[in-house]
């Protein structure tokens, strides 16, 4: 089975920093793009940030210059960072990972960012 398994999350200052984890497994890795996705209450699904094969990264502009993704194939692992942290970064952060027809999505990790 294919499974996505996100960690790192969890209650943090506005400023501060936080680095998510995707663990994946059942799926060769290096070929597929992996990104993370958002959801905050009352708000639609978007992505924050893709990486794909070849290393190309992609963000949102909402999060351009603070947040950075990036992978390790050999640990079958992707990874955002996330710097300057603001307040409607609050969300539940979803990892993806797309392969053509195929789109994967881990359970997601609860991200607050709160004075």
């Known amino acids: 089975q294919v499974q996505l398994v996100e960690s790192g999350g969890g209650l943090v200052q506005p400023g501060g920093s936080l680095r998510l984890s995707c663990a994946a497994s059942?799926?060769?890795?290096?070929?597929?793009?992996m990104g993370w996705y958002r959801q905050a209450p009352g708000k639609q699904r978007e992505v924050v940030a893709t990486i794909n094969s070849g290393g190309t990264t992609n963000y949102a502009d909402s999060v351009k210059g603070r947040f950075t993704i990036s992978r390790d194939n050999a640990g079958n692992t992707v990874y955002l960072q996330m710097n300057s942290l603001k307040p409607e970064d609050t969300a539940v952060y979803f990892c993806?990972?797309?392969?053509?027809?195929?789109?994967?999505w881990g359970q997601g990790t609860q991200v607050t960012v709160s004075s």
């Open positions: 993806t990972a797309q392969l053509l027809a195929a789109h994967y």
């Open positions: 059942g799926i060769i890795f290096r070929f597929y793009t």
